[in-house]
């Protein structure tokens, strides 16, 4: 699709990611020759109502929150051909993500691990208040990006199985289900991982927890051979002290005690 146009303006110039959802292009506007991302859904997951559905109410909840720890969606629409589908429009981002980090670095100091997650905060805290629940939050979901003052920051992004409340809901929209896990099985909370219907905010400050240990030690906290296990481990197995990977602080400790305990009350 390189090279085609996207609703008469969006030129794609190189793929930049692919995903199960479809696939981000790095476009130029035709009459801005501005530089955008493209995140374009699909042909085989266009004709899933639940796969539209979702797509649709990741660009609409990112749109409203008003936040630079979030990436900005531009524009959406729909069209007729391979590259002119249902379409997102998000603010370009130079840099990789938090993923990308850690695998390259094994792990990360104490001072940067707190600077993202400090972004992080910040995002969920404007998402929160709107209501929303991430349900989703993974370092493959944050953006490392540059400032022009050439400061750094994290920005959010994939707000695709968010959790919303009635006044934000779209009749249809909304995949919550009882029963039904959503989101990356690493970093889900336990009472996600069970299945619950009455998360809150406090599902995502778990895996803000998860990914501060990550960060800090190179490792996730949980793993499993496979959904069951890892579940099941989620659920009632120890969790593991960030100690015994890495040298750290008692403050440290008692942060990613609280940060990952299972009573979210």
């Known amino acids: 699709m390189q090279g085609q146009v996207v609703a ?62 979030v990436v900005r969606v531009l524009d959406f629409g729909e069209g007729s051909t391979a590259a002119d589908g249902m379409f997102m429009v998000l603010e370009y981002v130079e840099g990789g993500t938090l993923k990308e980090r850690i695998q390259a670095a094994g792990m990360l100091s104490l001072a940067e691990t707190a600077q993202w997650l400090t972004h992080l905060c910040r995002a969920m805290s404007v998402a929160h208040g709107m209501g929303l629940v ?19 920051i994290a920005k959010v992004l994939d707000f695709g199985v968010a959790k919303v409340p009635d006044i934000l809901a779209t009749p249809g929209m909304d995949p919550t289900r ?24 406090r599902s995502d400050l778990w895996a803000l927890g998860v990914i501060a240990f990550e960060c800090l030690s190179g490792k996730k906290p949980f793993t499993g051979s496979g959904l069951g296990q890892l579940v099941a481990k989620i659920l ?9 990977l890495v040298e750290t602080t008692p403050a440290v400790e008692a942060w990613m005690a609280r940060a990952l305990t299972r009573d979210r009350n």
Do not use: C
């Not at 930049?16 to 130029?28: D, I, K, P, R």
């Not at 991430?134 to 750094?152: E, F, I, M, Q, T």
């Not at 009632?236 to 015994?244: E, I």
């Open 178 to 201: 009882t029963g039904t896990l959503l989101g990356t099985p690493y970093y889900m909370s336990p009472e996600q991982a069970e299945g619950a219907s009455d998360l809150d905010h």
């Open 236 to 244: 009632v197995a120890p969790v593991p002290r960030l100690g015994q």
């Open 8 to 69: 008469e303006r969006y030129r794609l110039l190189q793929q930049l990611g692919a995903g199960t959802m479809g696939e981000v292009w790095l476009a130029e506007h035709l009459l801005l020759g501005s530089k955008v991302a493209v995140k374009i859904i699909r042909n085989e997951m266009a004709t899933h109502p639940e796969a539209r559905g979702r797509f649709f109410r990741e660009a609409q909840l990112a749109a409203r929150i008003a936040s630079p720890y």
């Open 134 to 152: 991430h349900r989703d939050l993974k370092p493959a979901n944050v953006l490392l990006a540059r400032n022009p003052d050439g400061s750094a």
